[in-house]
């Protein structure tokens, strides 16, 4: 881990604590969990963008869609 400085407002840091407190955490742990889950948060909603980004293409381009009526058969190479 690498350590960070970082500056919040007053009331941030109150609630943070209380969460903390009442999640049996410490601050720090706190912290990196919310922070995860946003990281995380953003990651699908990059993905989520791209996926609807390509999902025009992906209707009306036959070559991408080529191979969907084998699906469900089994593959033997």
């Known amino acids: 881990m690498e350590r960070v400085q970082i500056l919040l407002d007053p009331e941030q840091k109150r609630i943070l604590n209380k969460i903390a407190k009442q999640e049996k955490r410490n601050f720090s742990e706190l912290v990196r969990k919310m922070l995860d889950e ?3 948060m953003h990651q699908k909603s990059t993905l989520a963008a791209a996926a609807q980004a390509l999902l025009v ?3 009306t381009d036959k070559e ?3 191979f969907t009526a084998l699906d469900g058969d089994d593959f033997h190479a």
Do not use: R
């Open 38 to 40: 946003q990281i995380e």
């Open 57 to 59: 293409d992906y209707k």
């Open 64 to 66: 991408l869609t080529a």
